[in-house]
């Protein structure tokens, strides 16, 4: 065993008065695993350890040379190989997170459904990662669509390649086109190319134009807002997921206020109010580019919030959309709320705004404001009916119960006053105005969706039919009924309380956002009124509903008010 005096390892120089000592830090190498050790005295009870466990330098070699196996996921008739530690973002290059499953299914049905109005589409997956949302596009539409996988790091580019070599198709690197092998499969040609580039997203989306985008970094995505709807082409659509949930779900509100702009706080409806606030991100960046939007859906699960909005060109449509963008007053007391009215002129007291009367009746301020959000619909019923309609069509059994779900949320109505028809029986559809070709039949009465611009009749016309139909449109947020249930009381069943409002004449359904929500057009008061009405005490040991429901209409309103100031006066102050 040798003393080293070689700089292996550096050592800062010693500065002893104006001598500078230039001595390097003698230390010791192992002979088995090549470890560097200082002192002696720990160089040999390192090696005896080595001794005793009977291991040699052969065996360090052998495990420094092999690389660990990539692992293989199979999803939606794609292979896609993936690195080690592959689910941790700190840890590798090319995240893969098999949870995103059901987002990438709802992404692609979008792209299905866009695929039926013009062909060739060209799309962007701008994040690639392990761009198996890009392979499932071009394996599956084929020629229909012209995919673009972009990501900036150079393994996940490699490892793309690998991915198209993998699933058999053609890959376009630098204008190139390379065979991924000599081996051709039948159909192979009715393949789409895959174009693999590795740039900047917000570069590669300054540069080109395509007919759909999807955004999907790690965290927020308005960065690349203004660049996604930059070259975005007319009619076109841009898909957002948002995985920084502690902010849009009010844990890190000052992330929030950052990111967004946004004032939010926690409440029962944080789901839908996360999704709100990223369409009004996406809104501002489409209105900064003369741009409209209209909401096609949005979607706020557990890991991630997704928008999807398809573009409308023209100053026209960007002022119609920035219309749509306000402030939501919310009682913090009662959770009564609603968007603040339009005008300029400063309102002496907003919380004559509110139904409820807990400004009144509570002392100190009861309400505050928060936004901006979007305030106009988020769902657009036809394009989900076609999303389902591609979901049947590919076999995606695992995407079906939400879109449906969605159906039902974006018309308001119960499951059992619902069918869902085919679009196959519709020739023509008609979205934001605009006349969108869904079969095979090529004539339409006044536009075709083929990236024309709309006229100025067509715009106003458009305008006028937003206003007249604003009342169609599905009432904002929704309740849970845990958070209104009153104490001692036994609440209904969730589908039964659906058919008692349904039967008081209100709109009712079922939400996505919350397994226990209820979206419906009803006050709160009379929400609370009818929960009451059909509850029963939960001393009398299964008393019949009967009894309940004799009691007058004034008697429940009076509990009901009895019951929230009795919450107030117990609870001093709403904890958020």
């Known amino acids: 065993m040798c003393i080293c005096h070689l700089p292996c390892r550096p050592v800062k120089p010693n500065i002893i008065g104006e001598q500078i000592s230039n001595k390097m830090g003698a230390h010791y190498h192992c002979i088995i695993c090549s ?280 100053p026209t449509s960007a002022d119609e959309t920035a ?37 009144g009746s509570m002392p100190g301020k009861t309400a505050i404001e928060l936004g901006p959000l979007w305030s106009s619909s988020l769902f657009n019923t036809g394009f989900l009916k076609r999303m389902l309609f591609e979901s049947l069509h590919h076999g995606l059994d695992d995407i079906q119960t939400l879109i449906k779900t969605l159906i039902f949320e974006s018309e308001c109505t119960p499951q059992s006053h619902f069918s869902v028809q085919a679009p196959s029986n519709l020739n023509k559809q008609e979205e934001c105005g605009v006349f969108i070709k869904t079969t095979d039949d090529t004539t339409t009465d006044n536009y075709t969706a083929q990236g024309k611009r709309k006229g100025n009749e067509t715009i106003t016309n458009l305008a006028k039919k937003q206003k007249t139909d604003v009342s169609t449109e599905h009432p904002p947020f929704y309740y849970n009924i845990h958070r209104h249930s009153i104490k001692g009381m036994n609440m209904p069943k969730l589908k039964k309380f659906l058919c008692y409002l349904s039967q008081a004449g209100f709109r009712v359904s079922r939400t996505h956002f919350d397994p226990m929500g209820v979206r419906t057009d009803a006050p709160l008061m009379q929400f609370k009124s009818i929960l009451l009405k059909y509850s029963t005490p939960t001393y009398t040991g299964g008393q019949s509903e009967g009894h309940v429901q004799a009691a007058s209409e004034d008697t429940v309103t009076d509990r009901v008010e009895m019951s929230v100031n009795d919450k107030a006066e117990a609870s001093g102050c709403r904890r958020w």
């Open 323 to 359: 219309k749509k963008i306000q402030y939501l007053i919310h009682c913090q007391w009662c959770e009564e709320r609603i968007f603040q009215k339009d005008g300029n002129m400063v309102e002496e007291n907003p919380y004559r705004q509110l139904p409820c009367n807990c400004h």
């Open 35 to 314: 470890a560097t050790i200082t002192r002696r005295t720990d160089m040999l009870g390192h090696v005896r350890r080595h001794m005793n466990k009977g291991e040699t330098k052969s065996r360090y070699i052998a495990a420094s040379a092999a690389k660990p196996p990539k692992e293989i996921f199979k999803e939606a008739d794609t292979d896609v190989q993936v690195c080690p530690n592959y689910s941790v973002p700190q840890k590798t290059d090319t995240y893969f997170n098999p949870k995103m499953k059901l987002n990438r299914q709802l992404i692609f049905c979008t792209l299905a459904a866009l695929a039926e109005e013009r062909k060739p589409l060209e799309c962007l997956d701008a994040f690639g990662a392990t761009g198996i949302m890009g392979l499932q596009w071009a394996k599956h539409l084929g020629n229909a669509v012209k995919v673009t996988i972009n990501d900036l790091n150079e393994n996940s580019v490699t490892l793309i390649q690998e991915n198209c070599h993998l699933n058999k198709l053609k890959v376009v690197v630098d204008s190139k086109e390379k065979e991924e092998s000599d081996e051709i499969l039948e159909g192979e040609e009715n393949l789409g190319n895959i174009t693999v580039t590795k740039m900047d997203a917000n570069v590669l989306m300054h540069l080109r134009s395509f007919d759909f985008i999807h955004l999907d970094p790690f965290g927020t995505s308005v960065n690349y807002l203004d660049s996604a709807f930059r070259n975005i082409r007319n009619l076109g659509i841009v898909s957002v997921t948002s995985t920084d949930i502690s902010s849009l779900y009010a844990k890190a509100q000052h992330v929030a206020r950052r990111h967004y702009g946004c004032n939010i706080v926690r409440t029962e409806y944080y789901k839908e109010l996360a999704a709100r606030i990223v369409v009004a991100a996406v809104a501002r960046a489409a209105a900064r580019c003369n741009k409209g939007i209209e909401v096609l859906f949005a979607v706020a699960l557990e890991h991630f919030v997704l928008v999807v909005v398809r573009v409308l060109r023209g």
